[in-house]
């Protein structure tokens, strides 16, 4: 799973159907596939976000 939201994180156009067959061989259905998908792209999303934002940086 950590190895598929990496992937995700640094170019989510890479994950492949062998991606989700690997998670589906470690016990992940579609559901669960999704879930792990949409958090992963939220959680990027937020941050993006934040830094564009300059969220949680100190001034100079």
Do not use: C
């Not at 156009?13 to 579609?30: I, K, P, S």
């Not at 669960?32 to 792209?41: C, D, N, P, Y």
């Amino acid at each position: 799973m950590l190895q598929y939201v990496v992937k995700l994180t640094k170019d989510a156009t890479r994950v492949t159907a062998e991606d989700h067959a690997r998670l589906h061989g470690a016990g992940f259905d579609d559901r669960g596939i999704l879930q792990i998908t949409l958090i992963a792209a939220w959680f990027n999303y937020i941050n993006r976000v934040a830094d564009a934002l300059g969220v949680g940086r100190e001034s100079p």
